[in-house]
């Protein structure tokens, strides 16, 4: 029974592959771990394998076609098998180019002369059609930059051709074709469609014009479906000088590109391996298991320096997947549509602690609790919100909701994510109460024995990682608020002080803020107060 064969995953953050060369055509023999094409992703030119013996009956992605992932590229089952009906099936469902059809149908014999007729014309001339590639997943044209080459000059596999301007940067064409640049069709500064013809390379002095015509009569699919086949015919013709030839003047039936980077990486001279696929093709098996021969340690002209050996390393790639719990599926959720929704904008500012340290030792000898310096910081935010209620608002999508009571949220870390505990009319509390509350809800929270309605009614957020030695950060605003302040570490820092360069306790201090609810001079002014309190803490202690 016929096998779909389908574009693989080759990368983790792959979309789609292009096919680099095909290297079987339709009605080749094929057998599992033979190389069947050569694919490029979105990170580097890949070999695909079979994995499935029989026959390739249709080819459904010509060369240089993008394909998605799981999208049909070919069909490989018993030689002679009717496989019409998968054939409709995949171009029913929108499978790749239209231009695999000749190949389909050139076993029928009720195939219509008219379509065929120019891949016939095009396969005895001894030139390929150079198409716009496909270079990111969104781009629908390109626009040729610059040419590397002109008409007339000598094109290598691999060589830098043009550069190519996508919808996401300018990138680098190289040639899959040995050859001369026989025809430019693009000039520079032009931009042409995906797979539409950009340039000829061939055979010097061959007449390019049917495939010119070819292309202008709407036609693109024509030589490139018959292309392929020219090429395939050739390679296993029973004389062995045509294929001795094809070898010599194609890089790339030589040695594959994965095969030729793990060499590079390696330090391998590809001409000491001995290739074992087909045609003597050396692949990624030849490079991964070749020894080379020892060499006699002579030191160079003029060196004195020991060679340096390093030892092999040995290691085994491990990983663990943890189940995504409730919780951390929640924050995803909240924090996913907070930054996505709500236009975030970020205001920094350095705030001296000198008075805040010399207030809190003297609070804390007294005290019942010990103060701490999120405490001082979740005071002195309540105060500045009574001066700024725009800070303390909401986005209600027709109207903005302005709260007149202070309900701040502290983020504290837990094993399993993060929680937003409330510390509820945080105005009206003293630092003392402010203290004992935090460690409360702290407790509960590690202990997991908080509750939603702890977590609910926040006006205003407050994240602090100065413990963790962190200097300064952003924070994503905890909806519906429409700030959140983020803390850093009190750092001593150079500053001028009358005159005079000093050491001093200086912290950072960055809010976010929603740009719809505040606007820059509200955020700053807010971060002023919040500033002038911190900076002189007797203010928020009446």
């Not at 019409?84 to 002369?113: F, N, R, V």
């Not at 693009?186 to 292309?215: M, R």
């Not at 309605?453 to 994503?476: K, R, V, Y």
Request: one cysteine or more; charged letters at 25%; glycine letters at 8%.
């Amino acid at each position: 029974m016929a096998e779909l064969i389908k574009m693989p995953k080759m990368s983790d953050t792959m979309t789609e592959g292009v096919i680099a060369a095909w290297h079987k055509k339709v009605g080749d023999k094929v057998k599992s771990g033979d190389l069947l094409a050569e694919v490029e992703t979105d990170k580097a030119t890949m070999e695909m394998e079979s994995y499935e013996d029989g026959t390739l009956l249709y080819i459904a992605a010509e060369a240089k076609s993008a394909v998605p992932i799981d999208g049909v590229i070919a069909v490989i089952g018993k030689d002679g098998e009717n496989i019409d009906s998968l054939i409709s099936q995949i171009k029913g469902g929108g499978a790749p180019a239209p231009a695999a059809t000749p190949a389909a149908e050139t076993p029928k014999s009720e195939a219509p002369a008219a379509a065929p007729a120019p891949a016939v014309d095009l396969s005895s001339i001894k030139a390929e059609a150079i198409l716009m590639p496909k270079m990111s997943d969104t781009m629908v044209e390109g626009t040729i930059v610059a040419w590397h080459k002109k008409v007339g000059d000598a094109v290598k596999s691999g060589e830098l051709l043009a550069e190519v301007a996508t919808d996401k940067a300018t990138m680098e064409m190289e040639s899959y074709e040995d050859g001369t640049l026989l025809h430019i069709e693009v000039k520079e500064g032009e931009a042409v469609k995906i797979d539409g013809l950009i340039a000829i390379i061939g055979q010097k002095g061959t007449d390019v014009t049917p495939i010119i015509n070819a292309y202008k009569n709407g036609k693109p699919s024509a030589a490139p479906a018959s292309e392929p086949k020219k090429e395939q015919v050739a390679a296993p013709a029973a004389a062995s000088a045509p294929a001795a030839h094809a070898s010599s003047s194609d890089d790339r039936a030589k040695i594959s590109p994965l095969a030729r980077k793990i060499a590079s990486d390696k330090g391998i001279d590809i001409k000491q391996v001995k290739g074992t696929g087909d045609h003597g093709r050396v692949i990624k098996r030849d490079v991964e298991n070749f020894k080379a021969a020892p060499a006699e340690a002579a030191p160079a002209k003029g060196s004195s320096a020991p060679a340096v050996s390093l030892p092999a390393v040995v290691g085994q790639e491990s990983f663990d997947e943890v189940p995504v719990s409730q919780m951390r599926k929640v924050i995803v959720k909240r924090l996913s549509e907070s930054l996505y929704t709500a236009p975030h904008f970020y205001l920094t500012m350095e705030i001296n602690m000198d008075k805040a340290i010399e207030a809190r030792n003297s609070i804390n000898e007294v005290a019942a609790a010990k103060v701490s310096f999120n405490d001082m910081v979740i005071r002195a935010s309540a105060a500045a919100l009574r001066k700024h209620p725009m800070v303390n608002a909401s986005w209600q999508g027709d109207k903005i909701r302005v709260n007149h009571h202070i309900h701040i949220g502290v983020a504290i870390a837990i094993e399993d994510g993060l929680v937003v505990p409330v510390v509820r009319f945080a105005d009206s509390k003293s630092l003392s109460h402010i203290s004992l509350e935090v460690k409360e809800l702290g407790g509960k929270a590690k202990s997991k024995k908080i509750q939603p309605a702890d977590m609910s009614g926040n006006t205003f957020t407050i994240s602090n990682l100065g413990m963790f030695g962190i200097d300064e950060f952003t924070s994503i605003i905890n909806s519906p608020d429409s700030c959140i302040l983020s803390v850093g570490g009190i750092k001593q820092t150079p500053i001028v002080k009358n005159g005079q360069i000093v050491v001093g306790n200086i912290m950072k201090v960055t809010l976010a803020c929603d740009h719809r609810v505040v606007d820059g001079a509200a955020g700053s002014a807010f971060l002023q107060t919040l500033k002038s309190y911190l900076e002189d803490p007797v203010r928020i202690l009446a």
